[in-house]
């Protein structure tokens, strides 16, 4: 068959890790690394559930020189491209974990230590859409809700979907108690200890018949916190009594009252940080983060952004479809660093649909609101090995502190770490 010409458009739970590549576009899937030094082609894809004619017969080559895997192009007709570059027909280049292949119509991200033997997409975690880059936080959801924690912390930035995770740890932590929301930046200081502890009548002028507060009318169930980051320095001990005791002391009482609580409490500041600062209580970090989820970044993990947009674009009540979606158009939104990850996608998303609505998506109309492609080197911006991340952990004091001093996320350093075990 010949090549069809393509014409550029206008945790442990898991079990061990694996090298894999994790296919992103048209459908998701998951390949093994070919074997080092042979040629690969349409054929080998097809017999990997993968069926492209615009892959060429022998397309590329992956080797492993001194171990790093490396990719080539064999001589195909559409050639292979990484991080949105054409690899020129010599040119050999070191693939970086979550680098993105292109070959043919086909988009694909390196993992250096996928989880587990089970390549199907895993369903959505509630909400939050996370066919591949999200198995960590599965694993942590469900053995937390196992363990019937007390208090729970999760940290991720802005739009990845923290209050997503809450509602579902809650829904199997306590499935038959309450749940509720609390802004902890939005309460003013003032009024913050009556809204959740409470208050008696007569505790202050107007104080009318009292209130039992956010704390015991989710007796039972499970309580968000979320920005806990926000949370006033004089207002900090007072919510470690209750993590310390359980026990609600309302504004004018003079005994406190027992509650059974899951606390969640969710932040995209750095906590670690603001503790040597003096700004938060090391004490209270210890508490909140009695169990720890850490959701990744978007660009952590590539291989979901096309499901993520089915997803929000199907909410719209309209439909993508692969065939009418330009390839280098997802290439494109999978190489946006998305510093507002799921909302800035969301948001891109709507205006790209002004110009180029649903069913289509097109590169012009992608780069009309994004930019133009700014490619991205194939290779680390610095190696990384097992030494410098060991010696950067135990100077810096912890993973989080390593992967900032390392300037990586700490997602990809727990990765590194895990596919070196």
């Known amino acids: 068959m010949a090549t069809k010409e393509h014409t550029e458009p206008s945790r442990d739970a898991w079990g061990p890790t694996r090298a894999a590549l994790v296919v992103a576009f048209p459908e998701p899937g998951v390949l093994p690394v070919p074997k080092s030094g042979g040629p690969v082609g349409r054929d080998w894809f097809e017999q990997h559930g993968v069926v492209d004619e615009r892959v060429s017969s022998r397309h590329a080559v992956f080797t492993r020189p001194g171990g790093g895997l490396h990719v080539e192009d064999a001589g195909s007709r559409n050639g292979v491209w990484v991080n949105g570059s054409r690899l020129r027909s010599t040119e050999r280049v070191p693939l970086a974990d979550g680098a993105v292949i292109r070959v ?11 989880p587990g033997d089970d390549d199907r997409p895993s369903p959505p975690l509630g909400k939050l859409v996370g066919p591949y880059g999200l ?17 729970v912390l999760i940290v991720g930035e802005t739009g990845t979907g923290k209050e997503l995770v809450a509602r579902v740890l809650a829904e199997r932590a306590r499935p038959r108690g309450k749940y509720g929301v609390i802004n902890v930046a939005g309460i003013a200081s003032g009024v913050f200890e009556s809204q959740l502890f409470g208050y008696v009548p007569g505790a202050y002028s107007g104080s009318g018949r009292g209130s039992p507060g956010f704390f015991v009318e989710h007796d039972g169930g499970a309580v968000f916190l979320d920005e806990i980051g926000e949370l006033a320095a004089d207002l900090q001990a007072k919510l470690l009594r209750v993590l310390d005791n359980r026990e609600v002391l309302a504004v004018g009482a003079n005994r406190a009252k027992p509650v059974d609580l899951l606390v969640i409490s969710a932040t995209n500041r750095p906590l670690e940080e603001m503790v040597s600062k003096g700004t938060f209580r090391q004490d209270l970090v210890a508490r909140l983060e009695a169990a720890r ?8 993990r590539a291989e979901d952004l096309y499901e993520i947009m089915r997803t929000i674009v199907e909410a719209r009540g309209e439909r993508l479809l692969a065939e009418r979606v330009e390839v280098e158009a ?3 939104l999978m190489l946006e660093p998305w510093p507002s990850n799921v909302r800035g996608v969301q948001a891109a998303l709507e205006r790209i649909a002004r110009i180029t609505p649903p069913p289509e998506l097109t590169r012009a109309a992608v780069e009309r609101v994004l930019g133009p492609r700014v490619p991205v080197p194939p290779g680390p911006a610095s190696a990384l090995t097992l030494d410098l991340v060991q010696d950067a952990i135990r100077t810096a004091g912890g993973v989080a502190q390593a992967a900032k001093r390392l300037g990586v996320s700490r997602g990809r350093l727990l990765r590194f770490l895990k596919s070196h075990q």
């Open 104 to 114: 043919g119509r086909t988009l694909m991200v390196y993992r250096e230590a996928f």
């Open 135 to 151: 198995r960590d936080v599965v694993d942590d959801v469900k053995a937390i809700a196992a363990r019937r924690p007390r208090n």
């Open 293 to 300: 989820i850490d959701l990744p970044p978007l660009r952590d």
């Open 330 to 332: 997802v290439e494109r």
